[in-house]
Every structure is written in C-alpha cells, then in structure tokens.
C-alpha cells in the first residue's frame, strides 16, 4: 500500500529503493535534481521537504512554511488517494504563521479535494487579534486543536491558545467556528464558551458594569470559594500523578470543582478572558519551593498587570510569562501593580 500511495505522487515524491536512503533532505536553494531524501518505511519527504507519514488509511501530512508553490501539488495529490482515506494536514514552521495557516485555508476554499481533510492546528499559537479566513471551506475539511501526532482527539492535548482566542471571538463569528470544527474540538469549545457566558450571566450588575479589577476581584474569590484543590491527583512527594492530567483541565475542573495550580489558572482565564467579560489573563508557569506550579497574570484598566494565585503561594518564582509577552507584543512596559 505504502508503495501505491508513493506511486501517486510520483514526480513529486523522490523515488526510493528498499524502504530507505538516508540523505540530507533537500535545499529548495539548490539543485533539487541532486538531492534525496530520507525515506524509512512509511514516512518520507517531497521535494520541497513536505513530510509524509502513512498509518492505516490515514495520511498525516506536514507542509513547510506558507503552505509553499507546491501546495496545488498536495491537494491534487490527495485528491489521487484511494477511496476512504482521511488526510490530517498542517504547516511546520513558525507557531504564530497566520499567514501559511489562512493561505491553506484559501487554497481549499478554491480548489477543494475529494477526501475528508483534517487541519491540525494544535500546535499553532494564537493571538486574539489574529483573523482566520475560514468562512468558506467546504463540509469535508474541518478544523482541529486536540490532535498529538494521532488521529483520536484527546483532551489533554487541547491548544489553550486557540481556546482563548475563540472564547474571545463575537457571537457570529463564534457560531461559524463551530460548524468549521471536528466534533470532539467544537464540543469542547461549545462547552468552555457555555461556562464563561453562564458566569457572565451570574455576576452582579454592577460587576457586569464594573472596572477589570472588580471583576478579577469577584472571580477570584469565586473560584477560591468554589474551586478546591485535587489532593488525590498528587503522589505523596506532591508532584502530579501520570493518570491525573485531566486535574489540570478547565472543563474537568469545572465539573468537578476542583482540580491542581493549572486546572484552577486555567478556569480563572476561562471565566475572565472571554468575549464577555474582556479582561486580559494569562497563564504563569514556574515554581513554588521545589514543585512546578502555575498562577495567573491579568491586565487592569490603566495597563498595569496583577498576579492572581488561587493557590494563594508567596515563594512562587516564574520561568517565563510567554502568554502576557505574546499579548503585550512589546507596545507596552507594564509594571505589575499588586498581587491577589
């Protein structure tokens, strides 16, 4: 099967003799002529360094940087595919190339291919300023954020970037996200944004109406009142048990009320960085003492920054503050103003 699938592409994918050559793969600098490409079993390259991997009836394929020249190549390639095939399919290059990501998604929206397609975005780093042009991919081409190099959708895999980014997007541009979504990842969307909007219509009118500080405020003691912390997903050392991950989920840690550092930071961003309650928060990963611990940052209305620990931990020392960094985009020099 491998070799028939190869055969399709023939004149695209480099030929190959006894299920390996092991070469440097090529530069699109140089004399394509002159170069191989690695291929072992049932992974291999094409020219242009578009990685292929062939498991079962599924074909993952991983395109380089905007979705190069070639890109008509793979989708008429696909379009060569056996009957039944499922192809998931996503850009290896920068994580916040919108660009490559919206190019894709053009180039199906005109030239459509006869398999259902899968578009792994679950690596991809959101901003919520950023546009996708999704509006016109056809029914067999769907979107999802929970896949890790498989084709079952798990949920301790989700992309919190895109999550945050579609809880942030209105309520029109939200409902065509949801039919653009595979099942499992628009389920879980459908659930995160239900939670944030039930919250929203729970507050007081005057927090509704109130400053960024009164709603991280009432949230914050929220959560503490309401979220506890999941002492039997620890080992006795303190540290996370392999089986507990889901203690680090939102949805889980909603359901339940209760979850670790990262399942509770993680509900607080939920309930306050959404299209309704509109206040910038980020996660902060780092220690406290020796074990990993997570908290959060948020943005007040005069710009400057607060840290909320549900944890309530003092000896906390932060490896880095991507998310804040990412958001910020370097226009600003935020101080942190308080801690809660």
């Known amino acids: ?200 219509r729970f507050l007081p009118v005057k927090i509704k109406n109130g400053t960024n500080s009164e709603k991280i405020e009432f949230t914050y003691r929220w959560c503490c009142d309401n979220i506890a912390y999941d002492e039997t997903a620890l080992k006795p050392d303190r540290s996370l048990r392999w089986d507990r991950k889901d203690s680090q989920d939102p949805l889980f840690t909603f359901n339940r009320r209760e979850g670790v550092c990262e399942g509770r930071a993680r509900l607080l961003k939920v309930l306050l960085n959404n299209f309704y309650m509109r206040v910038p928060c980020f996660l902060v990963k780092g220690k406290s003492g020796n074990l990993q611990h997570t908290w959060n940052e948020a943005i007040l209305n005069d710009g400057s920054i607060i840290d909320v620990d549900i944890s309530k931990r003092i000896d906390r020392v932060a490896w880095n503050h991507d998310e804040l960094s990412y958001f910020d985009d370097g226009e600003n020099s935020q101080k942190k103003s308080k801690q809660i």
């Not at 793969?25 to 394509?32: A, I, M, T, V």
């Not at 792994?120 to 016109?136: A, V, W």
């Not at 498989?150 to 919190?160: A, G, K, L, V």
């Open 1 to 200: 099967m491998i070799s028939k699938i190869k055969e399709i592409g023939k004149g695209t994918i480099y030929e190959f003799a006894n299920h390996r050559i092991e070469t440097p793969l090529p530069d699109r600098n140089k004399n394509l002529e002159n170069n191989s490409v690695k291929i072992i079993d049932n992974e291999w390259y094409d020219k242009s360094g578009n990685y292929y991997k062939l498991l079962d009836n599924i074909l993952f394929i991983t395109a380089n940087d905007y979705f190069p020249e070639d890109g008509f190549s793979i989708i008429n390639y696909i379009n060569q595919l056996p009957k039944g095939f499922t192809v998931v399919l996503k850009i290896k290059s920068k994580p916040n190339n919108v660009a490559g990501y919206n190019m894709l998604f053009n180039r199906l929206s005109v030239f459509p291919v006869n398999k259902n397609v899968i578009i792994d975005i679950s690596k991809f780093s959101f901003s919520e300023k950023i546009t996708l042009n999704i509006g016109k991919l056809p029914n067999n081409v769907k979107i999802t954020s929970l896949l890790n190099n498989t084709i079952e959708e798990r949920d301790e895999f989700s992309n919190e970037s895109f999550e945050s980014w579609a809880l942030n997007c209105n309520n029109e541009d939200f409902e065509l996200l949801i039919t653009k979504l595979t099942f499992r990842t628009a389920e879980r969307i459908s659930k995160l944004r239900e939670i944030a909007l039930n919250f929203y």
